[in-house]
Nanobody, 123 residues
């Protein structure tokens, strides 16, 4: 059974940092891109950051310079270091895996999803 399990969410003050992690299991993720999406209350799900198997990174403009994505292919894990957090970063953050994440910025058709972890940034 394929599982993506997020951890690391929580409550933080504006300007603070959090590190999200995603642990993948149940199959090989060789050649899969992995990424993070988020959905704020009352808003559409949006792409945050992604990373291909070979290490190419894709970062949404609104978090560029603040969020850093990394992955360990051998361990099937992925991380999102979030710095200088803003109240508008408040959302449920989802880990995702797909062969073509970059082509699916809305998240539609993504093959694997985690259940999400809540990030709340207070002002």
């Amino acid at each position: 059974q394929v599982q993506l399990v997020e951890s690391g969410g929580g409550l933080v003050q504006a300007g603070g940092s959090l590190r999200l992690s995603c642990a993948a299991s149940g199959r090989t993720f060789r050649w899969y891109s992995m990424g993070w999406f988020r959905q704020a209350p009352g808003k559409e799900r949006e792409f945050v950051a992604g990373m291909s198997w070979s290490g190419t990174k894709y970062i949404q403009d609104s978090v560029k310079g603040r969020f850093i994505i990394s992955r360990d292919n051998a361990a099937n894990t992925m991380h999102l270091q979030m710095n200088s957090l803003k109240p508008e970063d408040t959302a449920v953050y989802y880990c995702a895996a797909d062969l073509r994440i970059r082509a699916k910025p809305s998240g539609e058709g993504i093959e694997y999803w985690g259940k999400g972890t809540l990030v709340t940034v207070s002002s």
